[in-house]
């Protein structure tokens, strides 16, 4: 999805429209807990209503309960509150860097934990807890740093006024409070007396140039845990006397059980029952209920089921493809109007069209839920995404009140968007599953477990889609028109989401990353099309096609104007394009393009894109062998402005480059027919692997601005920066993914 920068004057402008703070509440302020187990000083972050991405029908603000940010323990143990999921993005360590470095805290003593739901701990942006959009530091940058500068001003006036001097003469670093007599205390010391101070409305935060952790290479602090095994994932958690669960879901989506035989199933040792329940889609399925995961797939394995696939629509990728591209031939629901009416006299032309298809998650840690439901209430641990939206979902599903529901945020194996479901289905699938466990008498919670397989055949995909383009440039290799239609699936289409990115017919998330910052007469419009498939958001969403797409195209112009591609795109990007340009000449500069000669066989690539807020510029080196293509070096140049830990922007744009390379790999596709998914695992669903891995150079543009998001910006450029390189050595333009030199 689309995030929109926001900076602490936007806060206040959207703040200042919501109605007024309850009595006794300052508006955007900070809140101390009441008793806390073990004493110390606790902050909360006060958030009235919603944020400028919040549903217009959302209820009403309410006063939250103040669950704290940040504790500072007796024993000067600093815990950081983190209102994300973290699934090896880095968040738990990041985010605390910004609490500490406006608290002066020891780093040393400081630690990280993942918040639970709560309406406390929401975006400020989107007014729901979130972890996607990149927007993790972008949004919470000077949310965290006020929750740490105003707790270091009361650990401050406690000193001051236990040691009776002025404020200005208490000192704080490394944890440590020091008066002018050289009076000395430690934050876990004086947290107690802190909690008596009045939270300060306004605080200056430091100026960069000040920072001693932002902006520092800071090892993470779940790395050792994780490196040891001895990280708790969300895979790993048992809740006592809990059953394992797996649900036989249809194979077309939304299709229903006919008959079932379930006699060689109930006989398997360890099977507890054999249960229907509702899937998602308004399907049904059947779950098994047992001692543990291998009775529970036994179990599974004999169930005998005539499926009802009558009333839903059976999808086939080849006819899907055909249609795709007959509507492509039309102009669809307008995006950007450009004139193009010099089009059918240009000299020259570029006619294409572009396939891509649906796309798997396929998180290493397949989906999990455990759920506990009683009458009066639900506690349910689960890495999730979209933690007060699934909130909601579960509390609805098991007829409770959102209070009613505890979710624990559990470590994450990865998810690239398939925990952040709209419709909660995994979660909303778990609490079914949990009804009729309870309806059968029984009362142990329930850990609904999915195989690789279940989530590779019946989860939800990127949705496919073609593009047509047809381009004219002059004889100079000017674009003078440019009409383009994208055809695919609407992610946002029936969710909450369709109010915010759904407008005049154009899903935003289509055509994201279409034309900027090129200056460009591109004429574009978008045609939603309809289909049984759920889709979603993949990493870098719309721009996983569309970078393709654009920095292909763009190449092709430059080709056919007989200029460096480098030097075209800069020529065409004009004043929206400076930050492209410092990230692109930081790539230039530092992979040696144009001045290094390569191996026989081998060719640059080049490709730059603006995601989230963030350009990433990729400079490559590939080659072809024996008909497959090879990536052999990646240099990237990123702008993302203040980097606030540049190990874990260098981790995320390693990890979202492979990705991006993921997709260009034979086998990278999801296909059906029938309605049926023909993939199921890694043996027929493509990954990138270690062999396949570039070494990669990861270089940062200097800036003080704000952050912006850095989760997915590394992923679309790689794949058309690759395709680049690969039209040098071949001849060929790739218009389809993943790769295939042999038909193209």
């Known amino acids: 999805m689309r995030i929109e920068w926001i900076n602490k004057d936007n806060v206040d402008v959207a703040l200042a429209s919501q109605t007024a703070a309850p009595a006794g509440v300052s508006r955007r302020g900070f809140m101390k807990t009441g008793a806390v187990a073990g004493g110390g000083l606790v902050l909360g972050f006060f958030m009235p209503g919603a944020g400028r991405f919040a549903n217009a029908q959302q209820p009403p603000a309410k006063v939250y ?57 929401k975006d400020p942006a989107f007014g729901i807890q979130i972890t996607g959009g990149s927007g993790s530091i972008a949004h919470s940058y000077i949310q965290y740093r006020e929750i740490g500068a105003k707790a270091r001003a009361m650990l401050v006036a406690a000193a001051a006024e236990q040691w009776q001097v002025a404020p200005a003469q208490v000192k704080a670093a490394n944890g440590v409070l020091t008066g002018p007599g050289g009076q000395s205390a430690t934050f876990g010391a004086m947290a107690d007396a802190a909690m008596k101070q009045p939270v300060p409305a306004t605080v200056v935060l430091k100026d960069p140039k000040d920072f ?20 708790q994932f969300g895979m790993d958690f048992k809740a006592p006397d809990s059953k394992v669960a797996l649900v036989a879901r249809p194979p077309v989506f939304g299709a229903k059980v006919g008959k079932l035989d379930a006699s060689k199933a109930k006989a398997i040792k360890g099977v507890l029952a054999v249960l229907e329940v509702k899937t998602d889609r308004g399907g049904s399925g059947v779950v098994v209920v047992a001692d543990g995961y291998w009775p529970a797939k036994m179990g599974r394995d004999a169930l005998v089921i005539d499926w009802d696939t009558s009333a839903v629509q059976k999808v086939s990728s080849e006819q899907q493809l055909k249609e795709f591209k007959a509507l492509a031939q039309k102009p669809g629901a307008a995006a950007r109007k450009a004139d193009t009416s010099k089009l059918a006299g240009a000299p020259k032309k570029i006619n294409a069209v572009y396939e891509f298809p649906y796309l798997a998650h396929a998180p290493m840690e397949p989906l999990n839920c455990v759920v506990d439901l009683r009458a009066d209430g639900c506690t349910v641990w689960a890495g999730t995404q979209f933690q007060t939206v699934d909130q909601g979902a579960i509390a609805a599903t098991a007829g409770l009140k959102p209070e009613q529901v505890v979710l624990h945020t559990m470590m994450a194996g990865g998810g ?10 995994y979660l909303v699938e778990a ?33 496919s889609h073609v593009h047509r383009a047809d381009i004219g440039l002059d004889a100079k290799g000017n674009i003078v028109a440019w009409d383009h239609v994208i055809v695919g699936q609407s992610i946002a289409a029936g969710t909450m989401f369709e109010p915010m990115m759904i407008k005049d017919g154009v899903d935003s998330t289509m055509v994201e990353g279409m034309g900027e910052p090129y200056d460009v007469p591109l004429n574009l419009s978008a045609r939603i099309a309809k289909a049984n498939v759920p889709v979603l958001w993949w990493r870098s969403v719309g721009s996983t096609h569309t970078a393709y797409v654009m ?22 990007m004009g004043e929206k394009g400076k930050r492209h340009v410092a990230a692109l000449d930081l790539a230039v500069a530092k992979s040696g393009y144009g001045k290094k000669a390569l191996p026989k066989g081998q060719a640059w690539g080049v490709a730059v894109h603006e995601s989230f807020s963030t350009v990433v510029a990729y400079v490559v080196v590939a080659s072809v062998k024996d008909g497959m293509p090879k990536l052999h070096k990646v240099t990237a140049g990123v702008h993302c402005n203040t980097a606030v830990n540049p190990l874990t922007i260098e981790a995320q744009v390693q990890g979202a480059a492979l990705m991006g390379l993921g997709m260009t790999i034979p086998g990278a596709a999801i296909t059906l027919k ?20 570039p070494a990669i150079d990861v270089h940062i543009v200097p800036s003080n601005d704000a952050p912006t998001g850095m989760g997915e910006p590394g992923l679309p450029p790689l794949a058309p920066a690759f395709a680049n390189a690969l039209f040098k050595i071949t001849g060929k333009r790739l218009r389809k993914l993943p790769f295939d030199l042999a038909s193209a």
């Open 65 to 121: 309960e103040p669950n704290a940010f940040l504790h500072i323990a007796p024993d000067n143990t600093v815990t950081v509150q983190v209102n994300r999921l973290e699934f090896g993005q880095g968040v738990q360590t990041s985010m605390p860097m910004l609490i500490a470095e406006e608290l002066d805290a020891d780093w040393s003593k400081v630690n990280g934990a993942l918040a639970p739901a709560g309406d406390q701990y």
């Open 212 to 231: 001693k952790i932002i902006g520092k290479p800071v090892k993470r602090l779940d790395a050792k845990l994780k490196a040891t095994g001895k990280q």
């Open 416 to 425: 690239f968007g398939r925990r952040g479901v709209p419709t909660s289905d």
């Open 431 to 463: 609490v079914n599953v949990a009804k009729v466990w309870r309806a059968a008498g029984k009362t142990d919670p329930v850990k609904v477990v999915w195989s690789r397989e279940d989530d590779i055949k019946g989860g939800y995909y990127r949705p």
């Open 551 to 572: 920095e292909t195209l763009i190449d092709e112009a430059a080709h056919a104007a007989k200029m460096d591609p480098v030097a075209y795109r800069k020529k065409i």
């Open 674 to 693: 029938d309605g049926v998914v023909e993939q199921q695992n890694f043996s027929d669903y493509s990954v990138a692997r270690m062999t396949d891995m």
